[in-house]
């Protein structure tokens, strides 16, 4: 598949929603709070509410190698990482299955933890602009 082709968009867009509805299933309560953030996100990636609907039934079919740019996985964590405070919940398998994905995406574990904290101290609030990007910072140098 050539990245940045039109093919590789769909197939990163597709990519992203089946593995934030793997986040929402981890815990095996997909809430209403979380479908509709799964809604949200394929709105903004451009996705009609069918291809959404059809991911979600089999995420799996729709799993591609992560893909070599860098703000392309940044992207996929970040959309996971929402996801997993969508429910103003964080369980400990929406936590374990973020550290499977992200370590899969090529990213430290320990950065993983950290943003995954980040999430949970800002569950009932907004998350400060540029807490996440500070943390990230902190793992380039």
């Known amino acids: 598949m050539d990245f940045g082709s039109p093919k590789h968009e769909l197939a990163l867009k597709q990519f992203i929603i089946a593995m934030i509805v793997q986040e929402a299933q ?5 809430s209403i709070l979380e479908k509709k953030y799964l809604t ?19 995420p799996k079919a729709f799993e591609i190698a992560p893909p ?9 964590l970040y959309y996971l990482l929402f996801m997993m405070r969508a429910d103003n919940n ?14 899969r995406l090529g990213f430290r574990r320990d950065m993983i933890s950290d ?3 980040v999430m949970r101290e800002c569950l009932d609030k907004e998350i400060p ?6 943390l990230i910072r902190a793992y380039l140098n």
């Open 26 to 30: 981890a815990d095996q309560d997909f």
């Open 40 to 58: 949200y996100a394929g709105k903004t990636l451009g996705l009609s509410d069918t291809d959404v609907a059809a991911i979600r039934l089999n």
């Open 68 to 76: 070599p740019n860098e703000q392309e996985r940044m992207n996929v």
């Open 90 to 103: 964080i369980s400990k398998e929406e936590e374990n299955m973020c550290h499977h994905i992200g370590f």
């Open 115 to 117: 943003l995954i904290n």
């Open 129 to 134: 602009p540029n807490a996440m990007l500070e």
